[in-house]
């Protein structure tokens, strides 16, 4: 049973997997402009690629997961903000469904 996704064709992205990466998927809920904009910088160092406006999908092992949600509570501080970082079985990446509109 599929565990998260929209719908689509699409199979999981060619990252590198290698011994302990896994799917990982960060997703925020932050009203202020600048910490979104650090939160999203912060992604993208981390080689996660934008998947929507608040949502980062990539392939990181766990040390690098705890890396980039130290990074993100440091950049939260006290803020009002909500952001969630799930991890992906490759059965549920390949299950997923996705419709893309350009």
Known sequence: M???LGESENT???WPHGSGYMNTLVVYDITSNRIRG???DSCLDYGMLRIQKS???GDMNRN???ELMVRIR???EKKKGNV???SICDKDMKDRKETVNS
């Open 2 to 4: 599929p565990c998260i």
């Open 12 to 14: 999981s992205p060619s």
């Open 38 to 40: 650090k939160i999203a």
């Open 55 to 57: 949502a980062f999908l």
């Open 64 to 66: 690098r997961q705890d």
């Open 74 to 76: 440091r950049i939260i």
């Open 84 to 86: 969630q970082m799930f």
